[in-house]
């Protein structure tokens, strides 16, 4: 069984920067897909980022490519999400996701069988 924790969110500036962390348990990270998912109040679950097991490959959603890096620390068995220029429309709760299907780097959260409780983002204007 893999535990995910997120830590980081809060409330920032328009502008701003900020940086999630998940700290996994039960399983190294050089084992999983870690991915990044956030839900908007009404939405549904929308795909951020993904990072390899080995942390070699990533992949971004268009809306953060440019403004967001997703990196790992198999040693702190960690996964951030360093995300820039932040917006009101980036306002939602984080989850951090963890895949044992090890194709590709899926963006759909049907792959992903382990899920951290989220973490809140709220933007200021």
């Known amino acids: 069984q893999v535990q995910l924790v997120e830590s980081g969110g809060g409330l920032v500036q328009a502008g701003d920067s900020l940086t999630l962390s998940c700290s996994a348990s039960?399983?190294?990270?050089?084992?999983?897909?870690m991915g990044w998912f956030r839900r908007a109040p009404g939405k549904e679950h929308e795909f951020v980022a993904a990072?390899?097991?080995?942390?070699?490959?990533?992949t971004y959603s268009d809306f953060v490519k440019g403004h967001a890096t997703i990196s790992s620390d198999s040693a702190k068995n960690t996964v951030y999400l360093r995300m820039n220029s932040l917006n009101p429309e980036d306002t939602a709760v984080y989850y951090c996701?963890?895949?044992?299907?090890?194709?590709?780097?899926?963006?759909?959260?049907?792959?992903?069988?382990?899920w951290g409780q989220g973490t809140q983002v709220t933007i200021s204007s």
């Open positions: 996701a963890a895949s044992n299907v090890l194709v590709g780097l899926p963006e759909d959260p049907k792959y992903y069988a382990y």
């Open positions: 039960g399983r190294s990270i050089r084992a999983l897909i």
């Open positions: 990072i390899t097991p080995g942390g070699g490959r990533t």
